[in-house]
């Protein structure tokens, strides 16, 4: 079994910058891929962010130059760099986790006001 814990969501103005981060534990022994998704009230749940067991990094269009995926060498940590926050980044931020079936995080609120 997986838990996902997820920390750094909060509220910024626009044009502001946040800080996800994303720490895996339980039965893991290996670097799994990794990343996060987000869903804003009404819409579905969309893909922000992967990153491979190796790290390499994909990313939306609508975040791709302002937000960075990265991790850390060494375990299964995530990180979510997000500038250049716009209003319609507001949303419910889920990390994953893909060891054997999708693990999924409970979710971390972003609120970009104006």
């Known amino acids: 079994q997986v838990q996902l814990v997820e920390s750094g969501g909060g509220l910024v103005q626009a044009g502001g910058s946040l800080r996800l981060s994303c720490a895996a534990s339980?039965?893991?022994?290996?670097?799994?891929?990794m990343g996060w998704y987000r869903q804003a009230p009404g819409k579905q749940r969309e893909l922000v962010a992967g990153?491979?067991?190796?790290?390499?990094?994909n990313y939306a269009d609508s975040v791709r130059g302002r937000f960075t995926i990265s991790r850390e060498s060494a375990g299964n940590t995530v990180y979510l760099q997000m500038n250049s926050l716009k209003p319609e980044d507001t949303a419910v931020y889920y990390c994953y986790c893909d060891h054997g079936p999708r693990n999924w995080g409970p979710g971390t609120q972003v609120t970009v006001s104006l």
């Open positions: 339980g039965r893991i022994f290996s670097i799994r891929p």
């Open positions: 990153i491979t067991s190796g790290g390499s990094p």
